[in-house]
């Protein structure tokens, strides 16, 4: 049977973002069946008018909304409908060079993936297909003959029967998005509000919590306010909660002694912001406190710039700092492409040998390790300085003084080959009216900076600024929090919890490998600032902390020690003691899913379905190995599954506070679990040399994996792929982990 998939560009954002859908919360609602002989699959956003224009998939695949041969590189091959899709709406269309288009008529061939991934698949598309601007992919193909596409013929009555579907149906799909829980697809995932934020709290109050909490804990939740204080400390260690509870105080004591106190509470995602707003309100012992703001940085920034300040025709990228820097990062990945295949020829003899390696490198670790120094250098280098394409903006820019936190450049010619590649950034949003966080950080900073603000400080601004993970704020948003204090007399009184260990994303953040040379900014200039540690750990057990303090040492060649100024050898857990982490080894990968899925109904039946557990997948590109195993657990029935696709899909989560929570390890940061099954092992070598961004990347995922267990770990492997990693190997020999053979 024929078929075809149609969404908005909202809905397709999001379902490139790995949003769920049908589930109880969830944001997407699809409709999937049969109309005249073709099987659509009409997807729908809530916010999704009569009149959007569609984006239709027609391409054969056997699941998914992409065919087989892109799915093992899904988020560059859905930046490239979605990037295209926008350049559509500005007829006629002019795609990059480096997608090596052909046109005939209204079809257009191109590459559906960046050239440096190797890979030759081509989509023809339709633009404006049947008069109404909707963009159809009619089908992928390697041909890259010209000839070929003056030949197709697009099949446009399966392409009405598509759109007419998306229309026939919308009412139905909008009306489940509207109730409040939507078709649960046998998944049971309906719970009362609030469950999750009372587990991680354990639903005690502020005063229940005081006697229990450590030394350093009360030093900073009881510590004066009159300066800012940073506190660090490992994950587990309990920064949110000390930072919630310290935000409760300084609101609460103020409301007694008939104050009024404006606080702010910053985090880096929207995510974040709703599980601290959860866990402000379990803690407080007067309800809502309406004193205390919680927002990510860049809605601070929305709601406080004046109206009309930002243009109304302008599409801001991504909704929070992390999903806006995840999006430029594959925008700067499509721009290095293109200029690799172009205009890089007139650059590249002025250049040094060093970026010259690094831009013409096949390795994808190294093109994504160069593409974040570029956000760095664009956003918090030549945005900063107000350098945009324009006369004698090069040579503004070449008069930049470096500092040992940018982006290394040697040569006169590897600044001007960045130049030229920030130019071919610049329009290349400038044409589609993208704004992106950074543009809208730099364009708040400098309002932040001038008379009006200052003016409106004293009535709009904050007594007191809590950050969490400052860790993950580059130095725009570090800058900006200062100058939104109340009062314009003092120091700034700003409270930070930093933990860089715990973020998977810290493959791009940390300078010290080969393939990235920058630094998310200059490092703090206030040696004022006094520093709370937190040597101790709630969540994990000792014999986890023992296994999570293994793989820290075994990052020492790394040299990722400096991020502490105390050994975490000293770090104590005060959780009660559990089983010894265990690694299960099977021979081939039929044997593995065994082992996991009698895992799960050992682990499940021991809690009595009132337990967490997680399936963490620890290599995201190992997802679709697991999945048919994945599936056959969610419709055996005798689970409870939350399945998590995105960072996202996270939020379903303060709903549910038992059951198998089973995703990516990357999406279950800030989360925590009695049980965590670890799958999907990369090969982690870390003795290997030139590996710096592949082996940060998996031990970071791997100390994350496990620290999110307050009881037991257990790890799973097959000879079949990553067999028994050289770093859990050490950690068996130690006597921190047991290895057993199944």
């Not at 393939?515 to 040696?527: A, I, K, Y």
């Not at 990369?682 to 961004?693: D, E, F, K, L």
Request: charged letters at 25%; aromatic letters at 8%.
């Amino acid at each position: 049977m024929k078929s075809a998939a149609v969404l908005t560009k909202r809905s397709l954002e999001r379902v490139a973002a790995g949003a769920t859908m049908n589930f109880a919360g969830s944001d997407l609602f699809e409709v999937n069946r049969e109309l005249d002989g073709v099987r659509v699959r009409a997807v729908y956003s809530r916010e999704d008018s009569e009149d959007e224009i569609l984006i239709a998939l027609m391409a054969e695949r056997e699941r998914g909304f992409l065919p087989e041969t892109l799915r093992a590189n899904q988020d560059a091959a859905f930046h490239r409908i979605l990037n295209f899709a926008q350049r559509a709406e500005n007829y006629p269309i002019n795609l990059p060079r480096g997608w090596r288009q052909y046109k005939h008529d209204n079809l257009m061939a191109f590459f559906a993936l960046p050239e440096a991934i190797g890979r030759s698949d081509r989509w023809i598309a339709e633009v404006n297909a049947d008069q109404r601007g909707d963009v159809a992919f009619w089908e992928l193909t390697s041909s890259q003959d010209k000839e070929s596409l003056e030949a197709y013929s697009p099949d446009a009555a399966r392409f009405i029967t598509a759109r007419e579907a998306w229309h026939a149906w919308r009412s139905e799909a909008l009306a489940a998005l509207g109730q409040e829980t939507a078709t649960s697809l046998g998944i049971d995932v309906s719970l009362e509000p609030a469950l999750q934020a009372q587990s991680i709290t354990k639903a005690r109050t502020y005063s229940q919590w005081l006697p229990d909490l450590t030394t350093p804990q009360r030093e900073f939740v009881e510590a004066p306010t009159d300066s800012s204080i940073r506190l660090r400390g490992p994950a587990g260690s309990g920064k949110t909660l000390t930072l919630c509870l310290k935000a409760v105080r300084e609101a609460t004591k103020a409301r007694s002694e008939g104050r009024s106190i404006r606080v702010l509470f910053v985090t880096h995602s929207w995510s974040l912001a709703g599980e601290v707003d959860q866990l402000l309100t379990v803690i407080s012992e007067h309800g809502r406190l309406d004193e205390i703001n919680v927002l990510p940085l860049v809605a601070v920034a929305q709601e406080t710039l004046p109206a009309g300040m930002i243009p109304g025709d302008l599409e801001l990228i991504g909704d929070d700092s992390l999903t806006g820097k995840m999006t430029q990062l594959a925008e700067i990945e499509d721009v290095i492409s293109e200029f690799r295949s172009g205009d890089w020829i007139t650059y590249r003899g002025r250049c040094g040998s060093n970026f010259r390696e690094r831009l013409e490198s096949d390795d994808q670790d190294v093109l994504r390790g160069l593409a974040w120094d570029c956000l760095i250098e664009f956003g918090c280098v030549l945005g900063a300085d107000g350098i945009f394409p324009a006369v004698n903006a090069e040579s503004r820019y070449l008069r930049v003084p470096r500092a040992p936190w940018m982006m290394r450049l040697d040569e006169i010619g590897d600044k001007r080959a960045v130049y030229g590649m920030y130019s071919m950034y610049y329009r290349s949003l400038q044409e589609r009216k993208l704004l992106t966080s950074d543009q809208l950080l730099n364009d708040f900073l400098n309002y932040l900076e001038g008379f009006t603000w200052n003016h409106r400080r004293l009535q709009d601004g904050y007594d007191l600024v809590f950050v969490d993970e400052f860790h993950l704020f580059n130095t725009l948003e570090r800058h900006s929090l200062r100058y939104l204090s109340r009062d314009v007399d003092s120091y700034p009184r700003i409270f930070m919890a930093m933990d860089p260990r715990q973020s998977p994303w810290d493959v791009y953040f940390e300078g010290e490998n080969a393939e990235s040379t920058s630094r998310l900014g200059p490092p703090d200039d206030d040696n004022e600032v006094k520093t709370v540690d937190i040597p101790t750990v709630h969540r994990s057990s000792p014999q986890i902390l023992d296994l999570i303090k293994h793989v820290h040492l075994d990052w020492a060649n790394l040299n990722l020690d400096e991020d502490w100024q105390y050994s975490i050898s000293a770090v104590e857990s005060l959780a009660s003691p559990g089983p010894k982490p265990a690694l299960f080894l099977s021979d081939s990968f039929a044997d593995e899913e065994t082992a996991i899925a009698k895992a799960l109904s050992e682990t499940y039946s021991q809690g009595h379905t009132g337990a967490r557990i997680a399936l963490a997948i620890l290599d995201e590109d190992s997802m679709s190995r697991y999945r048919p195993l994945i599936e056959r657990i969610g419709k055996s029935g005798t689970y409870r599954v939350i399945p998590i696709t995105s960072r996202e899909s996270t939020g379903v989560l303060q709903y549910n506070h038992r059951g198998i929570v089973i995703g990516p390890a990357e999406y279950l940061a800030g989360l925590q679990f009695d049980t965590v099954l670890v799958a999907g092992l990369p090969q982690i070598s870390v003795n290997v040399p030139n590996q710096g961004v592949r082996r940060r990347g998996a031990l970071s995922l791997l100390y994350l994996a496990i620290s999110r267990a307050s009881r037991e770990v257990r790890l799973f492997s097959s000879e079949d792929y990553a067999g028994l990693p050289e770093v859990l190997a050490r950690a068996r020999d130690e006597g921190v982990l047991g290895v057993f053979r199944v």
